[in-house]
């Protein structure tokens, strides 16, 4: 269906030769913006029904007073499925701090929050196979589990800002949600307007991107400098490449696809979207208001490691 709308819009319409290098990147991003925007509103809306009654302060009190490997798991897990993206750090992590949390447990709901989501998993399933969704939510769960643990030997709680254990956030009253039908649908259509509004430049710059590079970078080019397995070199350079990026799971993945449309190796592909999704420069930015220098350059280091051996290791054993 979206296939059919581009080529009606682009070579009907437009006129464009489909083997032109502009036909090919404008066909890319009318099919890929369509495609992506239609299943943003419908997983957001379907999700927003089921998770009406989640909140940030849920998730918090959902954790706390675990064993320690039961409440890593469970801040992996929620934060796989809940919509927190780096903008929420500095409160989450505070909530947490609060909570009595340990540190290690929450720099894995950090790591797994911004860089695995149900909307980009649908999306990585609908755009590239369920194989990459696979090795990409598979590699994600493990960096967020292992890089907490690595944090927490470090002791980080000496390089957290004075001010974050000053602040007592207590047990405030909550509101009663809503769980009629009329008030979940509500819920889920705002879930739709506040998450689209937020991400849809995001969106619409990755898929620019990927069209650009689907329609005009040669294919040799790309063979030559990334696409090898063998080529070491191109998954860190993958890495340093995303951090100064700034955008989500889901705004990286019409990029990724057409780096794969490239010929670009697969864990060099996925090396790219995590480094975007959690080792993005504004992301470094926030959490600085929580954590001093040690903390942070800790966290990036140990997130570009796990990312290269990702990278490098997706790279030696795919088909």
Known sequence: MFDALANLVVYQWFGLDPASHGGAA?????????????????????????????????????????????????????G?????CSCSSVPLFIGFV????????????????????????????????????????AAGLTVAYVGGMIMERFKPERWVESYVWQIQMGQMAQEEPDTSLAGRHRYAWNEVREIVGRLWKWVVAGIAVGALFHGYVPEGWVTEHLGGKDNWL????????????????????????????????????LAFMMSIAALSLPEMIILRKVIKWPALALYAGVLAIAFMLVGWGFNLFAL
């Open 26 to 78: 404008l066909h890319f991003f009318v099919m890929d913006t369509a495609k992506i925007f239609a299943l943003l509103v419908i997983v957001i809306y379907i999700m927003g029904l089921l998770r009406a009654m989640l909140s940030p302060e849920k998730v918090r009190d959902y954790v706390r007073g675990k064993p320690k490997w039961m409440a890593r798991s469970s801040a992996v897990g929620l």
């Open 80 to 84: 796989a499925v809940t919509p927190f």
């Open 98 to 137: 609060e909570a009595g949390i340990p540190l290690g447990v929450t720099f894995s709901f950090l790591i797994a929050s911004p860089m695995i989501n149900e909307v980009a998993v649908v999306i990585l399933l609908g755009i590239l196979g369920w194989e990459l969704t696979l090795m990409y939510v």
């Open 234 to 269: 191109a998954v860190p350079g993958a890495v340093l490449l995303g951090i100064p990026l700034y955008s989500n799971a889901t705004g990286v993945i019409p990029v990724a696809e057409a780096m794969l449309g490239k010929g670009v190796a697969v864990g060099t592909t």
